[in-house]
């Protein structure tokens, strides 16, 4: 071998030609060819393997796969192995992408019909072998997704077969089934949508008016979608599990949110009550074909701050960030779901179009040839053939025999159609039927012109579709996940106290890991801690195993933040020298480790009385004077009940200007704050001290909610902002003690009309005070001193007087355990509230200074015979 064969083409540093081969050819840098290489890697990814295209909201696998099961359809099951092994003709990436791919599409059950065991999108098992399993393609799918006549096609990767561009589907697709990819610089998440809001959706938009969609998800749950933002990169929506409070002191979660599986959402509860965050005895997972994971509590543990707890630090709440990304013209790009679905609809009429146009070109040119054809017999054209000695010569005897009728025809006959004519067996012109023929034409020509009507009428064409597919295919694909608000859950409100936090005042550390050191409260590891010093200077830290905070400590506890009913009573001496002021203030928030100060500041500044009143109350102190000359009172009491309540960083009031040997306290006193105002947000049917909702009033330690549902039962309940509520309020307010309701209910078991007068008893357990049978239904609750209720009767007592109940007259006040009495054995068609009457002993009324006691005329109800059609209207 010589030398000149080993020369790879470098160039010598003293000479810039190239030798060897590499003379044959340019010499690329090496990161020249990077940059080349690297876009054409991230072009073939977002383009042929991660994001959907638009027109029919597929990746390329999902398309090649339906392709392949269309053209192997028979009508029958074929093995998954099978349909892989098909697909690898038009992709080129293995067995394993095609299989995950194809269960994936199968779990959403609206394309393939599946058949075997294909995993569970609750517990997150996969799916049987291929081997095992079978699939063919939906109904719905063959319906709306496949059409050759108006695919477009192109060729394989191999140049072998043809395979679509896109798919022909008349329907929001992707709108429907979603999509999440991650491709090279860019990701694309769309989150599924209800079928039936699609469709309605888009006969919203060809009809001109508005809509808007939200996610719906195959595992249920709830969803926030205050910020879904039409699913655009910005967006976000938060989803939760559906978790019900159960008799045996426990929680049920029937519903998990999407994305998650129970698998995924007990390990992430197990892992918050290893940590002490919550607090629970153990789980059981009963899932099978629905959710239903049981979460024992531990005996006095709150079931609402723990629901509470685990939307807050486990799986059962988290956010969600779509990013709607799809292909458009060989780009990607991003746009929002409402411009999706309008596309979708506009792709959906283009189809429309070109189906009836070939539609209606394919029966144009059928009548012409059926015309032709009875032309030719009928008129006995073939005769002029007979003496005809050439090809040519009978072809064109035949065109002259055409001549007469052609202006009849509705194009031009051509060479081709001569030569359809003389293909006509003899048989067939023996037996040709000119009423048959003549009944044919014209059943062709009355579709032609139902398709011209179609063409003319495109959109309520497109309308008609899209009813016709939510007819066919629409039941059972109801909304699965409640579209809810949801309020903001403070973690440091709901997590257990998991730690143990100690002080040490004379060196001025606190923490968790000082455990030979004095102990202050019970905390856990997330919450914030205020320290306060003697010389009035305070701050707020994180809770950690051992912090300094500044020696001669005064105060140190938990830190709640927003907290407006923790009053700090202070007197503190203004500077060294200085007079003794008193002040009274609330902390709420501030930034974390950052030192404030409870005085003015002045240089030899020191708290001399401090107190922390969780529901400020205000106590009397008494102050003694250092002797001095000339001063008569020593001692004097100070009641900080005198005192406004103010910001943390004002002043005080001056106590004394006189030296100050001590302050004590007198006696504790009661809370300044009166009762705490409670409102309920019937948007998350949660309570709050914000403003926000209904007002229910201003609750002491010992008061009360009521609540009462529109099945007919009722509970009292404490002001807790913890709380949970039922769906099915119907009244809430504040309890009332002695407070009598009338009610009148239908008793299913009895098929009888009923009313019945009580007090509400205290409870915190549900009551139900109608019949409990589940078919009963509560129609009409008043509270109303003296009520009265007309009858109007139907069926065969429709010809009765109308009858009025006086209640009161009618029965007496019993449990609300107590049945009631049967208003009639009678046939009812409608029972309504009439104007009440005031009795004598009932206070008197003054006209246009005061509404009645009672309160506005109740809204009157509307009931029909049959109660199952009943309809409560309170």
């Not at 029965?811 to 509230?833: C, D, F, L, P």
């Not at 009795?839 to 006209?847: D, R, S, V």
Request: glycine share 8%; aromatic share 8%.
């Amino acid at each position: 071998m010589e030398e000149s064969d080993l020369d790879i083409g470098f160039k010598d540093s003293t000479d810039d030609v190239p030798r060897g081969p590499a003379a044959l050819h340019s010499v690329t840098a090496l990161s020249g060819m990077y940059q080349d290489w690297f876009l054409d890697y991230a072009s073939y990814v977002i383009l042929e393997r991660a994001v959907p295209h638009l027109d029919d909201g597929l990746k390329p696998v999902q398309r090649r796969i339906l392709h392949s099961m269309k053209r192997m359809d028979d009508g029958r099951y074929n093995k998954v192995a099978n349909i892989i092994g098909h697909t690898m003709q038009f992709h080129p990436h293995g067995d394993a992408s095609i299989g995950d791919a194809l269960v994936q599409i199968g779990q959403k059950d609206l394309l393939v019909d599946a058949q075997g065991n294909w995993g569970n999108v609750l517990t997150g098992d996969g799916a049987a072998a291929p081997r095992y399993i079978e699939a063919r393609l939906s109904k719905f799918a063959l319906e709306v997704a496949f059409n050759h006549k108006t695919t477009e096609w192109k060729l394989s990767y191999d140049g072998r077969n043809k395979e679509p561009v896109t798919l022909p589907v008349k329907f929001p697709l992707l709108l429907a089934q979603g999509g999440e990819g991650i491709a090279v610089g860019l990701a694309s998440k769309i989150l599924p949508h209800n079928f039936n809001e699609l469709i309605d959706a888009s006969i919203d938009y060809l009809q001109g008016n508005d809509f808007v969609l939200y996610p719906d998800f195959p595992t249920g749950g709830m969803v926030d979608v205050s910020k879904y933002n039409d699913g655009q990169r910005g967006g976000v929506i938060k989803v939760r599990a559906k978790i019900e409070k159960s008799e045996k002191k426990a929680l049920v979660i029937t519903e998990i949110p999407f994305g998650k599986t129970t698998s995924t959402l007990i390990e992430s509860i197990i892992k918050a009550n290893e940590k002490g965050k919550i607090k629970i005895r153990k789980i059981d997972d009963n899932t099978s074909a629905n959710v239903e994971i049981v979460v024992h509590l531990i005996p006095g543990v709150s079931p609402d701050k723990t629901i509470d707890a685990l939307y807050a630090l486990t799986d059962c709440e988290y956010s969600i960030s779509p990013n709607t990304c799809v292909i458009i013209d060989n780009k990607p790009s991003f746009m929002g779901v409402s411009a999706i679905l309008r596309h979708s609809a506009d792709k959906t009429v283009e189809l429309l179009k070109k189906e009836l146009e070939i539609r209606l070109g394919e029966l144009q040119e059928e009548w012409h040839m059926s015309s032709l054809e009875k032309i030719f017999i009928e008129e006995r054209i073939y005769r002029d053939i007979e003496e005809c000695e050439t090809w040519e010569a009978v072809l064109k005897a035949i065109d002259d025999g055409l001549t007469p009728f052609k202006k009849l025809l509705i194009r031009e006959v051509t060479r081709e159609d001569i030569l359809m004519l003389t293909e006509i067996k003899i048989k067939r012109i023996s037996k040709f039927d000119v009423k048959k023929a003549d009944e044919h034409i014209k059943g062709i020509e009355t579709e032609i012109e139902e398709v011209k009507n179609h063409l003319r009428n495109l959109i309520p064409f497109a309308i008609n579709y899209f009813k016709q597919i939510k007819k066919k295919y629409g039941k059972g694909k109801e909304r699965k996940t409640e579209i809810r608000s949801f309020d903001t859950i403070e973690a440091t409100k709901v997590v257990a106290n998991n730690a143990k936090l100690y002080i040490n005042y004379k060196e001025g550390f606190i923490g968790t890991g000082l455990k030979k050191d004095e102990f202050i409260c019970d905390c856990s590891d997330i919450d914030d801690v205020i320290a306060i010093r003697k010389d009035g200077v305070y701050l707020i830290t994180k809770v950690a195993d051992k912090v300094f905070v500044g020696n001669d400590i005064l105060y140190a506890q938990v830190f709640l933040k927003n907290d407006e009913r923790t009053i700090y009573n202070i007197v503190y001496q203004d500077g060294k020298d200085g007079p003794l002021l008193a002040k009274r203030c609330a902390i709420s928030g501030l930034t974390r480790d950052k030192e404030y100060n409870l005085t003015r500041g002045t240089a030899g500044s020191k708290i001399i009385y401090f107190s922390a009143n969780p529901n400020g109350e205000a106590e009397v102190i008494k102050v003694h004077h250092k002797p001095k000359a000339r001063l008569k009172k020593l001692v004097f009491e100070f009641d900080f009940g005198q005192m406004a309540i103010k910001g943390k960083s004002s002043m005080g009031n001056i106590l004394t200007k006189n030296a100050v040997q001590k302050v004590s306290l007198k006696e504790k006193g009661l809370s300044t704050l009166g009762g705490r105002k409670i409102w309920f947000d019937d948007a998350v049917f949660r309570l709050n001290v914000d403003g926000r909702g209904l007002f229910l009033g201003e609750f002491s330690s010992d008061d009360k909610i009521l609540v009462i549902t529109k099945n007919g039962f009722f509970r009292n309940v404490g002001f807790d902002l913890s709380n949970h509520f039922e769906d099915n309020i119907l009244i809430i307010e504040k309890f009332r003690p002695g407070k009598v309701y009338s009610v009148i209910y239908w008793d299913a078991g009895q098929k009888f009309y009923y009313v019945k007068r009580f007090i509400i008893e205290e409870s915190e357990k549900l009551q139900c005070f109608i019949n409990e049978d589940p078919d009963s239904k509560l129609i009409s609750l008043t509270e109303v001193e003296y009520p009265r209720f007309e009858i109007h009767f139907g069926g065969k007592n429709k010809d009765r007087g109308n009858e009025i109940i006086e209640v009161a007259e009618f029965i007496g006040v019993k449990s609300y355990k107590a049945k009631g009495k049967r208003i009639t054995s009678y046939m009812v068609e409608n029972i309504h509230e009439i104007e009440p009457v005031v009795k004598k002993e009932a206070a008197p009324i003054i006209e246009d200074k005061a509404e009645p006691e009672s309160g506005p005329e109740p809204k009157q109800p509307n009931i029909h015979e049959d109660p199952a059609q009943m309809k409560l209207e309170l």
